[in-house]
Nanobody, 122 residues
Framework: QVQLVESGGRLVQAGGSLRLSCAASGRSFSSGAVAWFRQALGKLRQFVGVIMWNNGRTNYDDSVKGRFTITRDSAKNTVYLQMSNLKPDDTAVYYC???????????????WGQGTQVTVSS
C-alpha cells in the first residue's frame, strides 16, 4: 500500500507562485494516476488535475488550466503541482491521491495524503 505525503503549502500573495509536492512511500508509483484535489473551507473537495504515471499525460479542471502544471519525477517517486498566478479563490487544503485509472471524481482514487494548506492573500 502506498502512502502519500504532501508538502509545500504556505501563505502566498495573489499573483505569486508555489510548488506542492506529493511524495510516495511504501511502494513506488509504477502505473496508474496521481491527482490533485483541493477543498476550501465549507466547500466540497474539487478536482484540480491528474497525471498518468506511465505516459505523463495530464488533464486539468478549467479553473486552473494555464496556471497550474502537474509533473512527475520517477527517480524521486514524487508528483508536483506547480501553481502560478495564484488567486485568493485558490485558497484551500490541497490533497494528492493515487488511483488506477485517473478521473475527476473522489471515488476514482483509493489512497489520499493528509493535505497541505495553501492560503492566497489579496
Amino acid at each position: 500500500q502506498v502512502q502519500l505525503v504532501e508538502s509545500g503549502g504556505r501563505l502566498v500573495q495573489a499573483g505569486g507562485s508555489l510548488r506542492l509536492s506529493c511524495a510516495a512511500s511504501g511502494r513506488s508509483f509504477s502505473s496508474g494516476a496521481v491527482a490533485w484535489f483541493r477543498q476550501a473551507l465549507g466547500k466540497l473537495r474539487q478536482f484540480v488535475g491528474v497525471i498518468m504515471w506511465n505516459n505523463g499525460r495530464t488533464n486539468y479542471d478549467d479553473s486552473v488550466k494555464g496556471r497550474f502544471t502537474i509533473t512527475r519525477d520517477s527517480a524521486k517517486n514524487t508528483v508536483y503541482l506547480q501553481m502560478s498566478n495564484l488567486k485568493p479563490d485558490d485558497t484551500a487544503v490541497y490533497y494528492c491521491a493515487a488511483g488506477r485509472f485517473g478521473g475527476a471524481f473522489r471515488s476514482d482514487y483509493g489512497t489520499w495524503g493528509q493535505g497541505t494548506q495553501v492560503t492566497v492573500s489579496s
